[in-house]
């Protein structure tokens, strides 16, 4: 692209709105608008934005949104972040999470400093010129390793179109693309088609009252992304052009798929990079995609999988997928690069419990047929003490059955009480957090922990972690480093002046932090893989470049993880 003089190329916004229903998939699409564009040799940035008051998303129930996804710069923001960054490879901060909460305490910070110089602050204009503000500086911040600013700026909506919350952006919106000139802004709208079983056809009425709806509002979609089951014929495209006042060429298909690693293809394949060049004059040659073509290799790849490999997922809220939405993908990353196709079974750590015996005999049988019948064990993070001594017998059990093992975060701490309860026969072993009176605080309550408040208090963000070992498991699955540079999201510690009773017995605190105070990895000497981590190593887990500890418990579950390290941590050819 050439720039002449010192004219810089104007930042072209796309935003996604949904309608009809929330969990539509507006964060995969908008993800995937993002990943064709970056194809083309686009420079794009992505921003959230979440109607709620909260200031960010710490302090959520994952049954609330999913998972809190933890940024490089300690912010805690929603799940859909965490689909940019593994799509677009990008690295994002905390105010690519824009909330009601954060705006309006923006402009109420502003009132007290008499920023408003004495006038009435209302809504219109002062939140929706605050809202445009914040998106037009946060659009500028480069999100690549090269330090270029972007060229794109995706925005996505959360929520759904209508809702009261929401109507402060969209009209901050309708102001925004007359300021930034129509030839820099366009609206996908995401909406659903339903197919029901009784008629079997796909129903467009609630796509065109959710259209006329926005439309009403001030926006007029460019681009209708319809949600359906199956794809759509011509003449159910043509009656929501007809309805909805776009060409049919602007109505897309994106029905349900085998993997999500498709839909950007799928976008591609209808025309949607050509359109949004055209629409917004975008500086794109027309040339092959080399990134796509990588896309297509790990969909082709997915489907084609034969050998399985099962990990059991002993957690508290397996009720709903979206709380450890960034392990599944961690797992599914590492699965497919070494060719096996992932079983994750959901186990409820309560289920393993002797209460759950006693009450639901059933339910404690499944739940121990699934442990046993897996080839590995995952225990990941978590809060509060339901569950806890459920996930210490699991991992009790694969410590005893030489399982595969991961702890993360709370697995790392609950596996240093179950070593210290049967090993050190410690009997009472726990963390301050279940038991403030142990005898053995074997976890404790960090110094800098605020416990007055609840959110931002936490160890949260980017730290260093050194390697102490040079025969460290992990330590070669990182390539053999020095140290690694991982997002943490914790309260509690392990207690380090008990380090060395551990090691005595074959527990190695293989990774601490720069001073040596916090133990970051443990490593079981004399077990096929028994590890845990403090930190959250699937928040940098990306498609091509699985994260090292996931992927040495998929190697481990799939009895591959010797023969790696003896060929110098290489696969054999596929």
């Not at 709105?17 to 992505?46: D, E, M, N, P, R």
């Not at 503000?133 to 794109?152: C, F, L, N, R, T």
């Not at 699934?370 to 993070?381: F, M, N, R």
């Not at 914790?490 to 040596?516: S, Y």
Request: glycine share 8%.
């Amino acid at each position: 692209m050439v720039v002449s003089g010192s004219h810089k190329p104007t930042m072209k916004y796309i935003l996604v709105t949904g309608g009809v229903i929330s969990g539509i998939g507006k964060g995969i699409i908008a993800s995937s608008v993002g990943t064709i564009l970056k194809s083309c040799g686009l420079h794009v940035t992505a921003i959230k934005i979440d109607p709620y008051i909260n200031i960010d998303a710490g302090t959520f129930s994952p049954y609330e949104h999913g998972e809190v996804f933890v940024l490089d710069d300690g912010g805690e923001v929603d799940l859909d972040l965490g689909n940019y960054e593994r799509f677009l490879d990008i690295c994002l901060i905390k105010d690519n999470n824009l909330t009601t909460g954060k705006i309006y305490q923006s402009v109420i910070n502003k009132e007290r400093r008499g920023d408003y110089l004495g006038k009435t602050v209302q809504v219109v204009p002062h939140i929706t010129d605050a809202i445009q503000d914040w998106v037009m500086k946060q659009a500028k911040i480069s999100v690549d390793d090269d330090g270029v600013e972007p060229q794109v700026c995706v925005i996505e909506l959360g929520g759904t179109v209508g809702d009261i919350e929401s109507m402060p952006f969209i009209e901050a919106f309708r102001q925004f693309q007359f300021k930034v000139k129509r030839e820099n802004f366009c609206n996908i709208h995401v909406s659903l088609i339903p197919q029901p079983n009784t008629t079997g056809e796909h129903k467009t009425k609630p796509t065109q009252n959710s259209v006329r709806e926005l439309r009403g509002l001030g926006l007029s979609p460019d681009l209708i992304m319809c949600r359906c089951s199956a794809a759509l014929d011509a003449s159910v495209k043509e009656k929501i052009s007809m309805f909805c006042h776009v060409e049919p060429t602007q109505v897309i298909c994106v029905q349900d798929v085998s993997s999500v690693y498709k839909v950007p293809l799928l976008l591609e394949a209808q025309g949607v990079v050509d359109y949004l060049c055209q629409r917004l004059n975008l500086p794109v040659e027309m040339r092959a995609r080399k990134m796509l073509t990588k896309w297509k290799e790990m969909a082709d790849r997915s489907d084609r999988l034969l050998e399985q490999v099962s990990i059991a997922l002993v957690g508290k809220y397996t009720k709903l997928s979206d709380s450890y939405t960034s392990v599944i993908k961690a797992l599914e990353h590492s699965a497919l690069a070494i060719n096996h196709k992932l079983e994750v079974k959901y186990i409820d750590s309560a289920d393993l419990e002797s209460t759950t015996l006693q009450d639901e005999p059933v339910k404690y049988h499944e739940a121990w047929q699934k442990l046993c019948s897996s080839h590995g064990v995952l225990v990941p993070g978590g809060f509060g003490v339901r569950g806890t001594e459920g996930k210490i017998m699991a991992i009790s059990w694969a410590r005893k059955q030489n399982k595969p093992f991961l702890g993360v975060c709370l697995g790392m701490q609950l596996a240093v009480c179950e070593f210290a309860r049967n090993v050190l026969e410690w009997k009472d072993a726990n963390s301050t957090e279940f038991n403030p009176e142990t005898e053995h605080p074997v976890v404790i309550d960090m110094p800098e922990h605020n416990p007055g408040q609840m959110g931002g208090t936490m160890r949260l963000g980017k730290r260093r972690t050194i390697f102490k070992s040079s025969s460290s498991v992990l330590r070669k699955l990182y390539g053999d480093v020095e140290y690694v540079e991982e997002r943490h999201r914790h309260r509690f510690e392990v207690n380090p002046e008990l380090k060395h009773h551990f090691e005595r017995k074959g527990l190695q605190f293989v990774g601490q932090d720069i001073e040596g105070e916090r133990m970051e990895i443990i490593e079981l000497k004399d077990h096929c893989y028994f590890v845990g981590v403090q930190y959250h190593p699937e928040f940098t887990s990306r498609p091509i470049k699985p994260s090292p500890p996931y992927f040495g418990l998929l190697l481990a579950a799939a009895g591959k993880l010797q023969s790696y390290l003896a060929k110098g941590c290489r696969l054999s050819p596929r």
